[in-house]
């Protein structure tokens, strides 16, 4: 297991320590922007790098979470952060990150305290959901990284007289874990989902912190939601608009077999009741409402 210390949230978004609240938002939007997730589809280590910037400026926006975190970061032997030859290098080797997002910060004090149980810090994630288990619920697996209690000495720091090799006596190392997310039915898209006890682990007995997840509905090649209503476009020949017959299409639920009237127009709708998403995460559904459209000739 890699050598771990505590990330540099100050370095991430590249402001100093006493930065007021105004310069770390000015940041986190520019570096936001850049890294976001819908700027960089299918880059990996864009997204890794967004939760990365996402985690630093939960906490540092926080009065109380950042107060908390100067507490807990970890100095190295020669009194710097040792942010170089720990987690942070080590996530950036693993995720194919280039370069620093900011400049070196003077040493921090630590707690007087080491001892004193703290609280486990809250994670805020973005997670992308497809649209049917937004619109009807399911369960999706979920992988971040977040600090445990380091298993080699049980959270102690050493063992025996020894400092521990695993955690170099920080007691907790950071590890990735993956979490079943049950996805409520009908959630709304941007919605946060509070996960409790599942943020970082607390140290010396104090409790973990929580996991918040904000609902992003990725779009679907055939369906767009609005409110608790599905709509599709169907293209249907000038034939079978004309004299009318059976259709086969794809729904949320499964394919269904539906009857197009004769003599049906361009633009006309079929709604079928309680096809759509899930009302009020309950067991109503709005409705499923195809459009026809005519192909030419």
Not at 20 to 35: D, F, H, Q, S, T
Not at 216 to 243: G, Q, W
Request: charged share 30%.
């Amino acid at each position: 297991m890699p050598r771990t210390t505590h990330k540099n949230y100050y370095k991430i978004l590249g402001v100093e320590i006493n930065a007021p609240l105004k310069e770390i938002k000015k940041r986190y939007r520019e570096l936001a922007k850049k890294y976001h997730p819908d700027v960089n589809k299918g880059s990996q280590a864009s997204e890794d790098k967004f939760k990365i910037i996402s985690e630093a400026y939960e906490v540092l926006k926080d009065k109380n979470k950042r107060h908390e975190y100067s507490q807990r970061r970890t100095p190295s032997a020669s009194g710097e952060p040792d942010w170089e030859g720990g987690f942070w290098q080590q996530h950036r080797r693993d995720s194919g990150f280039q370069g620093d997002f900011g400049q070196s910060t003077p040493q921090e004090e630590t707690t007087p305290d080491p001892n004193a149980p703290t609280r486990g810090l809250d994670f805020q994630f973005m997670v992308d959901i497809p649209l049917k288990t937004v619109a009807l619920g399911g369960v999706i697996p979920y992988s971040y990284e977040k600090y445990v209690k380091c298993s080699t000495c049980g959270g102690t720091g050493s063992k025996g007289t020894k400092e521990c090799d695993t955690c170099i006596g920080t007691r907790q190392v950071v590890e990735k874990v993956v979490l079943d997310v049950k996805i409520p039915p009908g959630v709304a898209d941007q919605y946060t989902l509070h996960i409790q006890h599942e943020g970082g682990e607390g140290r010396n007995g104090g409790p973990p912190g929580d996991l918040f997840l904000k609902v992003c509905t990725l779009p679907h090649p055939n369906f767009i939601r609005r409110k608790d209503d599905v709509y599709a476009e169907i293209t249907i020949s000038s034939e079978l608009a004309e004299k009318g017959g059976t259709l086969k299409l794809e729904t949320l639920d499964s394919p269904k077999t539906i009857q197009v009237e004769e003599g049906t127009l361009s633009g006309e709708e079929l709604r079928i009741p309680g096809g759509g998403a899930a009302i009020f995460w309950g067991k109503k559904r709005g409705d499923f409402i195809v459009k026809f459209l005519i192909a030419d000739g």
